[in-house]
């Protein structure tokens, strides 16, 4: 019994002395591939609404992801793999651009993302409170538009990340009916809606 004790008490010591970077990577290894359905909502610098909308995601890698906002702010963003697709309904118009350095702070890459790709990207802290757990990512590189990125989970589920721009706007994101497991290929072929505008911005691909 006192040699169960001892192994036990060795087990939670290394537990407590993981790094925040080490704790967070663990959290996230159920959502590196999962679908799930979300609400966003982006407040001002002074806390005041901007937009609130509804939508759906799934993630199947860092660079293959597929994310869809409801009516009235229909748009749908698919990454797959090779280059990213933006559709906006409202200009029915369709972008292709290249899947680059621009993506780090999305949501995609967070949440697919290993221990070395958050600690090459991210300075990790965590602050504990019972059951919760929130870590708040600060990007390395000075010139990232993102200031900071807040990540809040109770026990290992995911409750909302935010994510806070140079500017002070903060858009909160909540997931609901979350499925963990890779998500159907289908959601990561996009075809342009007949008689959209497509514009490639690809630059020297």
Do not use: C, H
């Given at each position: 019994?006192?040699?169960?004790?001892?192994?036990?008490?060795?087990?939670?010591?290394?537990?407590?002395?993981?790094?925040?970077?080490?704790?967070?990577?663990?959290?996230?290894?159920?959502?590196?591939?999962?679908?799930?359905?979300?609400?966003?909502?982006?407040?001002?610098?002074?806390?005041?609404?901007?937009?609130?909308?509804?939508?759906?995601?799934?993630?199947?890698?860092?660079?293959?992801?597929?994310?869809?906002?409801?009516?009235?702010?229909?748009?749908?963003?698919?990454?797959?793999?090779?280059?990213?697709?933006?559709?906006?309904?409202?200009?029915?118009?369709?972008?292709?651009?290249?899947?680059?350095?621009?993506?780090?702070?999305?949501?995609?890459?967070?949440?697919?993302?290993?221990?070395?790709?958050?600690?090459?990207?991210?300075?990790?802290?965590?602050?504990?409170?019972?059951?919760i757990a929130v870590y708040a990512l600060e990007p390395r590189?000075?010139?990232?538009?993102?200031?900071?990125?807040?990540?809040?989970?109770?026990g290992t589920r995911l409750l909302d990340l935010s994510i806070?721009?140079?500017?002070?706007?903060?858009?909160?994101?909540?997931?609901?009916?979350?499925?963990?497991?890779?998500?159907?290929?289908?959601?990561?072929?996009?075809?342009?809606?007949?008689?959209?505008?497509?514009?490639?911005?690809?630059?020297?691909?």
């Amino acid at each position: 019994m006192r040699y169960v004790i001892v192994f036990g008490w060795l087990v939670l010591s290394l537990g407590a002395t993981a790094s925040p970077i080490e704790s967070l990577a663990r959290l996230l290894e159920p959502y590196r591939t999962f679908s799930a359905d979300f609400q966003q909502s982006t407040l001002d610098s002074k806390g005041a609404s901007i937009t609130e909308m509804t939508g759906a995601l799934a993630i199947a890698s860092e660079s293959t992801f597929y994310w869809k906002t409801n009516p009235p702010f229909l748009q749908v963003i698919v990454a797959d793999g090779k280059v990213l697709w933006v559709f906006d309904e409202d200009l029915y118009q369709v972008q292709v651009r290249p899947l680059d350095d621009t993506l780090t702070a999305s949501p995609a890459a967070i949440l697919s993302g290993d221990l070395d790709v958050l600690g090459s990207r991210f300075q990790v802290t965590e602050e504990r409170t019972g059951t919760i757990a929130v870590y708040a990512l600060e990007p390395r590189a000075t010139d990232e538009v993102t200031r900071q990125i807040v990540l809040r989970f109770d026990g290992t589920r995911l409750l909302d990340l935010s994510i806070e721009d140079a500017l002070g706007n903060r858009s909160l994101i909540s997931l609901t009916e979350v499925k963990y497991g890779k998500p159907a290929n289908a959601l990561f072929k996009f075809k342009p809606p007949e008689g959209a505008d497509v514009i490639y911005a690809l630059g020297d691909q």
